[in-house]
């Protein structure tokens, strides 16, 4: 999933992420072999959002509009599989799956650090080796790959060559510091999956490490070791005294800029959705209909206003286009689907916070299955990532002694009024 999200089979305008692929093809087999088994909530849930969403599309042909079929079609499909969850896992394969992520999270970090300091240090000039070997009708182009650090810069930004954006790197990294804080793994392992995140040159990522903090302190504290507070404070330091530092700082105020990337990502799509509903109110029941966001508001894809990056997140982009009924309901999917016997603390919230607010995710198997997979995947009641300590108060009995064993502890007769031992 990490290493080929930039890849997609040649199919219609836009192709099919190989990510949606490589989710049924693991899945399929899981399937199979009785290893994953449907949760009936999240079915109920899944199929009343469906229904709700169909139903809104068909009112929206059925009043002259043109929704799109594709989009529908990816939604359903898309999540279909977060019906599924595992029968029993257990803390062992949690831990396995969370270890496989960081330790390629670490590898995809170091390759990005490497890729941002030599261009700094001008002993290397970007070039893109993945679009030297991989046809470009087979790669993603609806994503700002090739980002530079400031306007008129040759400077690329961090993206590791494999990631869609350097915002990816950014996110998958922040990520993957949760997950190691939970898992509790070296820390020098943590200090690269930073230094990932500061060589995306990216506000999400630091975003999400400001949440994951939060949740640490109020959900497991016990996880912040001394150790891994200095490393923090380390790369904090690094970051302040390299060139980094000045183009991180002047985007602090990007929330309140118009046209900026933090206004487009944070502000400009919640403006813009409720304009577009105030505009006909029966879009607040059905929407605008599928992929109306791109064609109906504010954007540089789809044949929109060009210039107008609009990131639109899930839930204003399924209220838009569903209505607020429909959207309602599949955002309590989601979220349940995420949150239901999730095997860690912490790495949960963090997920959803990546996935609902940092990118435009609804459509984006490359981090929707990723976040997924990592949480209600490997939701079941077998879970447990540390020993639990039983709350039973009832004390223990010591086991019978061997038949040869037992004496009597009287002597003597025996009579009715006092039976023997």
């Known amino acids: 999933m990490l290493l080929t999200q930039r890849i997609v089979l040649p199919v219609g305008e836009t192709g099919v992420p190989l990510a949606l692929v490589l989710q049924y093809a ?3 087999p899981l399937l199979l072999v009785h290893a994953v088994r449907a949760d009936r909530l999240r079915t109920e849930l899944y199929a009343g959002a469906v229904l709700l969403v169909l139903v809104a599309t068909w009112v929206i042909a059925a009043t ?3 929704p799109s079929l594709t989009s529908l079609g990816l939604l359903v499909v898309l999540y279909a599989a977060w ?3 595992s029968r029993d896992t257990t803390g062992a394969d949690a831990r396995l799956v969370g270890r496989v992520f960081v330790w390629s999270m670490v590898v995809i970090a170091a390759v990005g650090a490497l890729q941002l300091l030599t261009q700094l240090a001008g002993v290397w000039a970007f070039q893109d080796y993945l679009a030297q070997v991989v046809p ?4 993603a182009s609806t994503f700002n790959f090739g980002n530079v650090i400031q306007y008129g810069s040759p400077v690329v930004k961090g993206n590791a060559f494999v990631l869609l954006e350097p915002s990816f790197l950014s996110q998958f990294c922040a990520l993957a510091v949760a997950v190691g804080l939970v898992l509790r793994v070296p820390i020098w392992q943590l200090l690269v999956l930073l230094l990932g995140v500061a060589a995306s040159v ?3 990522g630091i975003l999400l490490l400001g949440v994951v903090g939060l949740l640490v302190v109020a959900r497991s504290p016990q996880l912040l070791r001394p150790s891994y507070l200095v490393a923090g404070a380390v790369v904090v330091v690094v970051v302040a005294l390299s060139p980094i530092a000045e ?3 002047s985007r602090a105020g990007e929330t309140s800029e118009a046209g900026s990337s933090g206004y487009l990502r944070f502000v400009q799509p919640y403006t813009e959705v409720a304009k577009g509903l105030l505009a006909d109110p029966l879009r607040y029941w059905v929407g605008a209909g599928a992929g109306a966001s791109e064609r109906l508001l504010l954007s540089d894809r789809g044949g929109g206003q060009v210039g107008e990056a609009v990131v639109y997140t899930i839930a204003p982009k399924l209220a838009f286009e569903y209505g607020l009924l429909a959207a309602g309901v599949f955002v309590l999917f989601l979220v349940l689907a995420m949150l239901d016997r999730a095997p860690w603390p912490v790495v949960p919230g963090a997920a959803l916070f990546m996935i609902f607010f940092l990118s435009g995710s609804l459509l984006q198997p490359q981090t929707t299955v990723l976040a997924w997979a990592l949480t209600g995947a490997l939701g079941s009641a077998a879970v447990t990532t540390r020993p639990r300590r039983s709350r039973s108060r009832v004390p223990q009995l010591a ?5 040869a064993d037992r004496t009597p502890r009287t002597t003597g007769p025996t009579t009715s009024e006092e039976p023997s031992t």
């Open 83 to 85: 019906v599924f969850r």
């Open 202 to 204: 990216s506000g999400t």
């Open 26 to 28: 693991a899945l399929v």
């Open 399 to 403: 086991p019978l002694p061997a038949a």
């Open 247 to 249: 183009l991180l700082t």
């Open 136 to 139: 470009r009708t087979w790669l």
């Open 64 to 66: 002259g509009g043109s």
